[in-house]
DNA sequence: CGGGAACTTGACGCTTGTCAAGACGTGTGG
DNA sequence: CCACACGTCTTGACAAGCGTCAAGTTCCCG
């Protein structure tokens, strides 16, 4: 709300704590449940971070690929995107981040990130000090546990994105990604029926191993059969059930 | 070479250390470089583990998806398969093990493997009790940042995978594998020209999101253009380079 | 030595990528 | 305020890629 980053507008980073840091701030966050599931309740420790806050504009990136590894990002408000740049200029889009993930952490494999975070749209993200982070570890077993388990449920959910894409067709691809984009959304306190999507059909195809072409068809055939209504990044889903059992997925959009 | 396991063949696990414990056996384990780099140094602490090594047999299970989560094991010699079964019964491979990597950390997640292993050939595994594992990690930033690093340079690989099957034909998967397979072999002291393939055509399909026919087409096509040398699972690589540069590939299989 | 699993190869058709044209919406500058 | 340009989305036609089905071969294991 209040930090303004009057520099390194133009590049990515860097997210220094400096004198931004907000102790007890994440006591007022309206996301904080998603991001902090387990320090919650031990708290305090947490309290002492250094975290930075700051806003994002549309667009700009938080970190790139190749970039050092110093800080985990949580999402305060706004959307994110991970990409990683293949050869030929094309972007695979690894993942899209909603308000309470956290993201950045694939950086401790080697001290670089080898993917780049950006905004798809105006966005504020928390930034966490990793080794400071890794000291409250020492002594914390939940904390420990916490990092250990964030980026495990990575792992697991791209596990169930690689299973979608090298087990079915693209329709059943774009279903599944509409139900959990609104699963989520929900859990979020959003509603599940009407979705604005902040992403292009490109970026979606990209996401899920398809041509936006493909993706355009798909939502059509949605449409045409009355499981949803479209216009353009606007979506109501009408009949999730009916979504979910003509295509063989449960309501949070992973495979049955 | 000397734990024979009479019981519980039959059924995933338990892999219980009790007296079967071997301190100081990694000092010995030809693959200890592999999966201990960091600890390797500091050493003895590690040592202190009740580690218990267990051969496993072809086709046998070290533990199951669902199963509950208390053990990480270390391939000490042999060939594994993590998979998970969607509904319709089909078997998505998610990686293949080598001798000196570490699985069913993936159990972090939620406290249960989310995923099945098993042996694809008669094997040996080291069995690393977690919570002690965690206790150790407690006082030892060394043992932490190995744990982070190993989960998260898995998460990095299967997501090269994944970029894989989004944006390459079939063909040029199957090089990747094939490339990737023989430069993870080489880095074992095996050679990067002779392979014997463990999985069948199958498994390679299940894993590469294609089915096995397509598998066998894209191998003989290699073979036909001179890359390799093919006689069921033994596979002779006879043009590394020319594999690569046809496909657009680096030496150990990822995307260029 | 026999049976079955794994592999190979071919033919055919569905799915999806590619190319192209046009519609819609938004932002910019006159 | 309008005109224009550009990015995004939609739809169609066509061809290539790959899954499916089927038949036949090789090899391994009992």
Not at 44 to 65: C, D, N, S
Not at 95 to 123: V, Y
Not at 205 to 220: D, F, I, N, P, Q
Not at 221 to 231: E, L, N, P, T, W
Request: net charge neutral; hydrophobic share 40%.
């Amino acid at each position: 709300m209040d930090v303004q980053t009057s520099h390194a507008a133009s590049h990515a980073l860097p997210l220094v704590p400096s004198a931004n840091h907000a102790p007890g701030r994440c006591a007022l966050c309206p996301v904080r449940s998603h991001c902090l599931p387990s320090w919650s309740d031990s708290g305090t420790e947490f309290e002492r971070l250094q975290i930075g806050q700051r806003r994002v504009r549309k667009g700009q990136a938080i970190y790139r690929e190749g970039d050092p590894f110093f800080f985990m990002y949580a999402v305060r408000a706004g959307t994110f995107k991970s990409t990683v740049t293949l050869k030929e200029g094309r972007d695979q889009v690894i993942a899209f981040h909603l308000p309470g993930e956290i993201i950045g952490f694939d950086g401790l494999a080697n001290g670089h990130h080898p993917s780049t975070a950006a905004a798809m749209e105006d966005s504020e993200v928390c930034a966490v000090p990793f080794f400071e982070l890794n000291e409250s570890a020492e002594k914390y077993r939940l904390v420990r546990n916490h990092i250990n388990s964030l980026i495990t449920t990575e792992l697991v959910r791209e596990r169930s994105v690689m299973s979608l894409i090298a087990t079915t067709h693209s329709v059943k691809r774009v279903a599944a990604f509409l139900l959990n984009l609104a699963s989520r959304m929900q859990e979020r306190g959003y509603s599940a029926r009407e979705i604005q999507l902040r992403m292009t059909r490109e970026e979606i195809g990209g996401y899920l191993g398809m041509t936006l072409e493909t993706v355009c068809r798909s939502l059509t055939a949605f449409a045409k059969q009355g499981y949803i209504d479209v216009h353009r990044r606007h979506i109501e889903i009408l009949d999730t059930e009916g979504l979910c059992n003509h295509y063989g997925l449960s309501a949070k959009g992973y495979l049955e």
